[in-house]
């Protein structure tokens, strides 16, 4: 083990001597670029995209290109980066993460990479946590690169698809993880090639990147669309019913955070619904709605996992920021359990249309780097997920700060009064302090003892981060005191009011240990920035969530053998701060399996969703006939009639009317085709027969298209409209048997192999699907004067919204003026676009 650290702790001091070497090199041209006048630093940008268009590397390029930002940067913004900033740019360049601590410039150290990047004119994608860092940073960062010559775009969800694709196309585009993956998810939806906002993924610098890709990697970037329902009086039903129950009437296994019904639950439910035996098959649908209604009531929390807006919306609390989740909703209808918990209108369910990971989105760039100042801990992940070095960069400055050992108490009352008496007496002596917390509900609890106590302070929780950055930027002032939960305000520097430093610098007092280390060093990294004096200190009680769920019982057995059970009190070890870091590991690592066990779902989609969307855009992009691929398909799907109805018949004459009426219902029309003109035809024959008459009918639909146009832009729409709608279906089947295969593991069965192995069967399944509609919708679709005249006038959504009006056994689907009277702000906007009126074309109005 020994041995290891020291190859490690080696390894890093290698490449550290390797990056200073290149940031000398870098700072070798300071003269020559301070030398050069404005118009001669701005001509470098031209002359370094002609010299990589000439074959010049882009690492060739990067102690001259690094310089050159170095000296606009002073010229620009007042601001010179260190020789470490210099060497985390390095490191960003490579694709790999610099851990640079709080308030050592990582916004500046990224302009050196983005620039460079930016350079090969196919686009650098600059990721942040929020909007607010997203505007902020390109319009501070922005003057930089505009002032060389490059552009600059926001791309915000608010946008429209025009507005989009221009923030795109810049050479530099700001935008949070969760807008991009989105964006890439509605590409892959649309049906004109100029609906489409991205470029192809080139190089992303991903902001605070453990928070983006390890915090945010066990939740899925999903689009979807509602579908009728009628059970949302069986949510409250089953609502109505849990709220009867008491405590033994359900089991609730606390490490897991899982609730089932006891024996005297089930009874209970049985008499509730009038039923002989409530796991009977046929009610599967009902013990699912009780499951998620006891989760809702008894696991799920108000104020710590979801907040109730103003507008009566349950929004989610995101565990590592604080922050509430804006669109974001509870999958497998616990959203809607809740909503019926809380009393509030509870939203239809909704079918998945596309999803991904951030993992499999962000693997997709060609290059990928990320800034943190907490990433050492999640190195193992970083480098097995996303082939991510995580490299330790020096501070410009010795870190000041002191970090005292924890203190524990055994119950939460002694704990709370001891952090108010310790606020109180700070503030009493002018040192600010910020005091972090895990959940809401602990804001909230100790700003009410703290206005008993009669403390002025600021609270910055999911209720009002809008007021974030501001607030934060003032937790270092004389006297101020800020309740925060933990990852607030990150991204925003806390610097020191005038006299703070002589009385001891910013304290943060933590509440609680987070389940992560990473979350607990961002709190104590908001204190001792740029060399600054600091302190931290965290105080713990026996029945704090992390705790109770691992250790506390070994730590009560000590307090019993040393008689110290008293409300009183305290311990104060660092023997105790490893216990609860050990405890931290263990925690951090059933997240990690949990998170890789998402992605090895997931990658069994992404080689299919790889497919699909290539042959999708294939043909959105198509400028020539596709009639050779759309025979191509109905040979297919002939072939494969034919060879199944021969093969599953138990008579050659059973088989024959088979074929027969498959041609009949999706090939041709139904009184040209009869037994008799295949009965002497062996099957290649048949195929052979069956193909030319399809021919002749296909024939016949596209003659009623008049120009190459209108029949391209109708065999596009036919082909897009039916890949999206079994994509969709195929996306809830893989739902379905992710949730199925979980109990073959009872019979020995590796869960993965058996989801790859079903999967892989089912997405053949669904090709020939796909191609069967395809073939039908052709031959039956009903083609009149209006949908040439909207194919010619690349009308093609409302194009698909007629085949599939005309298609046999589809609802007439008219297209009327879009009203807006009556809509209310939070109604689905009227358009279609998925998002709610407020936020579209009810904009300008709110």
């Known amino acids: 083990m020994a041995n290891l650290l020291r190859s490690i702790v080696e390894n890093d001091k290698g490449e550290l001597r390797k990056l200073e070497k290149t940031a000398k090199k870098v700072e070798s041209y300071a003269d020559a670029m301070s030398a050069l006048s ?7 940008t031209p002359e370094f995209k002609e010299r990589y268009q000439n074959g010049e590397s882009l690492d060739a390029l990067l102690p001259e290109a690094f310089a050159v930002v170095r000296e606009a940067a002073k010229r620009v913004l007042g601001l010179f980066p260190y020789r470490v900033q210099i060497m985390g740019g390095i490191v960003l360049h490579h694709g790999d993460i610099p851990e640079m601590r709080t308030g050592e410039g990582k916004t500046l150290t990224a302009t050196m990479p983005v620039y460079l990047n930016a350079l090969s004119g196919e686009g650098v994608h600059v990721i942040t946590v929020n909007e607010y860092l997203s505007e902020r940073d390109a319009t501070e960062m922005g003057e930089v690169y505009s002032w060389l010559g490059l552009s600059v775009g926001i791309n915000l969800a608010a946008k429209s698809p025009f507005e989009k694709r221009e923030a795109y196309n810049c050479d530099i585009t700001y935008s949070t993880n969760s807008e991009i993956g989105f964006d890439y998810l509605r590409d892959n939806m649309v049906v004109r090639q100029e609906d489409m906002v991205q470029r192809p993924l080139n190089y992303a610098l991903v902001d605070e990147v453990d928070s983006v890709l390890i915090d945010e990697a066990r939740t899925p970037l999903i689009v979807s669309g509602p579908v009728s329902s009628e059970t949302n009086q069986l949510y409250i039903r089953a609502d109505k019913f849990v709220k ?3 405590q033994d009437d359900y089991i609730i296994d606390v490490p897991t955070k899982t609730i089932g019904l006891s024996d005297s639950g089930i009874d209970k439910a049985e008499a509730y619904f009038n039923l002989n035996n ?5 009610n599967v649908a009902l013990t699912h709605y009780i499951d998620n209604a006891l989760r809702a009531n008894y696991i799920m929390l108000l104020d710590i996992d979801y907040v109730v807006s103003e507008d009566q919306e349950i929004l989610i609390v995101d565990q590592f920021t604080g922050r509430t989740m804006e669109g974001r909703r509870f999958s497998d209808g616990l959203h809607q359990a809740i909503e019926a918990k809380e009393a509030v209108p509870i939203q239809e369910e909704s079918k998945t249309s596309a999803s991904i990971t951030y993992q499999n989105m962000f693997r997709m760039y060609r290059k990928l780097s990320g800034m943190t100042g907490t990433g050492k801990t999640e190195e193992e992940e970083f480098r097995e997920i996303y082939n991510m070095r995580v490299i330790p960069i020096p501070t410009n400055r010795p870190v000041a700060r002191i970090d005292h050992p924890d203190l524990l108490y055994p119950n939460l009352q002694a704990k709370f009064n001891a952090v108010v008496e310790d606020v109180r007496a700070r503030h009493e002596k002018g040192q600010p302090v910020l005091v972090g917390t895990v959940a809401v509900e602990t804001s909230d609890l100790i700003s009410k003892k703290l206005v008993q106590a009669g403390v002025p302070h600021e609270v910055l929780n999911a ?5 974030e950055a501001q607030i934060i930027m003032n937790a270092g002032q004389r006297g101020a005191v800020t309740i925060a939960t933990n990852m607030a305000g990150r991204g925003t520097d806390i610097k020191l009011g005038e006299g703070v430093r002589e009385l001891g610098g910013l304290c943060v007092i933590g509440t609680e240990r987070h389940e992560s280390r990473r979350i607990d060093n ?7 920035r740029q060399g600054d004096p600091g302190e931290s200190q965290f105080y713990l009680s026996l029945e704090d969530e992390l705790m109770r769920r691992f250790g506390s019982d070994r730590i009560k057995a000590v307090l019993e053998r040393m008689n110290m059970n008293d409300d009183d009190t305290v311990i104060k070890s660092r023997m105790l701060t490893r216990q609860v870091e050990s405890a931290q590991k263990r925690v951090e690592g059933n997240n990690y399996d949990t998170r890789k066990q998402v992605l090895q779902y997931d990658d069994v989609m992404r080689e299919q969703r790889e497919i699909i969307y290539g042959d999708r855009y294939n043909v959105i992009v198509a400028d020539h006939d596709l009639t050779p691929e759309i025979q191509a398909m109905i040979q297919r799907t002939i072939n494969r009639a034919v060879d199944s109805h021969s093969r599953a018949s138990n008579s050659r004459n059973e088989a024959l009317e088979a074929i027969v009426n498959f041609a009949r219902s999706a090939l041709v029309p139904e009184t040209s085709i009869s037994v008799s003109d295949l009965r002497n035809l062996k099957d290649d024959d048949i195929k052979k027969t069956l193909y030319n008459r399809a021919m002749k009918v296909y024939n016949a639909q596209i003659s009623k298209l008049s120009t190459p146009d209108a029949i391209l832009e109708f065999q596009k729409v036919l ?8 994509w969709t279906e195929h996306i809830d089947a893989l739902d379905q048997l992710r949730n199925a295969v979980g109990l073959r593991g009872y019979a020995q069965n590796n869960p993965i192999v058996e989801y790859q192995s079903e999967g892989f069967r089912m997405f053949q399944d669904m090709i020939g699907s796909i191609e069967f509609d395809v073939t039908r919708t052709m031959m039956k679709a009903q083609i009149h004067e209006q949908e040439r005249e909207r194919a010619e006038a690349h009308a093609t959504t409302t ?12 609802a007439n689907v008219p297209v009327e003026k879009l009203d807006f009277t009556n809509v209310k702000r939070n109604d689905p906007c009227p358009c ?8 579209c074309h009810g904009r300008k109005q709110f």
């Open 832 to 839: 279609g676009s998925g998002k709610k009126y407020k936020n």
């Open 463 to 467: 209720k009002n981060h809008f007021k």
């Open 244 to 246: 009867t129950l008491n």
């Open 278 to 282: 409530l796991y009977d098959i046929d």
């Open 38 to 44: 404005d118009e001669k630093l701005q001509a470098k």
């Open 799 to 810: 194009a698909a919204a007629n085949i599939a009006a005309k298609a046999p056994g589809a």
């Open 719 to 726: 082909i897009l409209m039916v890949v999206d709608n079994k």
């Open 522 to 528: 961002q709190l104590r990294g908001r204190s001792g």
